[in-house]
């Protein structure tokens, strides 16, 4: 029995690190891609538009699996659904490399936003059933971390290859890495089954979607996704034109997300995940309000308030979810991600048009140069506040929600 036990950690671990470089791939492939952007366009002749078209497909196929992963996931098993991933990361990685056109980066950029969505849709509830109570929330917490922690490795190998001369094919190479060694983690291990039986059936799935907590959870999670992912699209951008760096903010943000995220499991021992999500969005509510106001270094004290709120959102959204409404299943937590990642690209051409109409105002105001770009985008960054004030009324209804439930849950247990 004890070897049974040993046997089964030592599988449920092996998962989890397979899991950790599966999401460093997907964080490879969002930050060496932009990386490599200006240099693709030149070697093929590719106009922004082109471009941003190219990187819409990484978007659009990451949503995509992960709602058809969360259908599926108890019909056909993790291990599936990984096995696709890794043929899409892998075909699409080499897709990118030879195929030398623009239909062809089309495609591989989708394969790859496919693999990547695998990841999330076969991962997140994996994690849910092979770890319960706390250390469920300190282990999503920990995968999570590798998201923003890839994003910055990647972003550094991509700039100091750049700047040594080596192509950008070298660079997306780096991303079959990660790729290979999740490929061997997960070979031949045995995925867990639900803890919940209500969880692994599609009925039972869409009968707690419909439930005013998830559709509730629905509206926050769209809401912290933009409160994320809009800033930080922007912000590096902007504050470019006060004397900030935006190389270093993109580094101390998705840095310090990354050691927040390690220390999660902690946190929401002590605060809960109601009490976790209600702090972090006063502390991003701060830290976007001091973007909108705040030049030169203290863009830096901005950044560390706005990564301190935002990392943990997105685990602890998808832990929430996984700890409160369970019979959701992995379909629950894959519908919950893909909110996230359709609202931010809902969002961005939305907050292009704010910045739009900011620089036309800036500009009958007689603001030219990079006064006029500072101005307009911290006006823009301005109304971004409204995002995380928004979350901080619905969170705190969400804290007094769930301690009523658990209130009444105990009334119930002592009866």
Not at 73 to 85: D, N, S
Request: net charge neutral; charged share 10%.
């Amino acid at each position: 029995m004890e070897n049974s036990n040993d046997q089964q950690k030592n599988n449920a671990n092996r998962l989890f690190y397979g899991s950790c470089f599966a999401l460093i791939t997907t964080a490879f492939s969002f930050s060496i891609r932009a990386g490599i952007l200006p240099q693709l366009g030149e070697e093929l002749s590719l106009s922004a538009e082109q471009l941003g078209f190219i990187n819409s497909m990484w978007f659009f196929g990451f949503p995509l699996s992960m709602v058809v992963g969360g259908l599926i996931y108890h019909k056909v098993g993790g291990k599936a659904i990984m096995q696709f991933a890794f043929l899409a990361h892998a075909v699409g990685i080499i897709m990118t490399i030879y195929s030398g056109s623009y239909i062809g980066l089309l495609i591989s950029t989708l394969l790859i936003g496919l693999g990547n969505g695998c990841t999330e849709a076969a991962c997140n509830p994996m994690i849910a059933d092979a770890y319960s109570g706390t250390r469920m929330s300190k282990m999503m917490n920990r995968f999570h971390m590798w998201f923003p922690g890839g994003i910055m490795i990647g972003s550094l190998l991509s700039d100091f290859m750049t700047g040594t001369g080596l192509t950008w094919q070298t660079q997306i190479w780096l991303i079959m890495i990660p790729t290979l060694i999740y490929a061997y983690l997960f070979f031949g291990q045995s995925w867990p089954k639900a803890k919940v039986e209500a969880a692994a059936t599609l009925s039972g799935n869409l009968k707690a979607m419909v439930s005013p907590l998830f559709l509730f959870m629905v509206v926050c999670m769209s809401l912290t996704a933009i409160s994320e992912f809009g800033p930080q699209q922007w912000v590096g951008l902007i504050l470019a034109k006060s004397g900030a760096k935006p190389m270093w903010i993109l580094a101390l943000t998705t840095g310090l997300m990354a050691i927040a995220r390690y220390f999660g499991g902690d946190v929401v021992k002590k605060f809960d995940q109601t009490g976790v999500l209600l702090g972090s969005a006063v502390l991003a509510t701060l830290g976007i309000y001091l973007f909108s106001t705040q030049t030169g270094a203290m863009a830096y004290v901005a950044a560390v308030f706005f990564a301190l709120g935002i990392a943990y959102f997105w685990p602890n959204m998808i832990g929430f979810v996984a700890d409160k409404i369970p019979k959701s299943g992995a379909l629950g937590m894959s519908i919950i991600g893909a909110v996230g990642m359709f609202s931010s690209s809902i969002f961005q051409p939305i907050i292009g048009g704010w910045i739009d109409k900011d620089k036309a105002e800036a500009a009958a105001q007689g603001l030219t140069g990079d006064e006029l770009e500072l101005v307009a985008g911290q006006d823009t960054l301005g109304t971004m506040v409204a995002f995380p004030g928004i979350l901080i009324i619905l969170f705190t209804i969400l804290w007094f929600w769930v301690k009523a439930s658990k209130k009444e849950k105990t009334q119930e247990a002592v009866a």
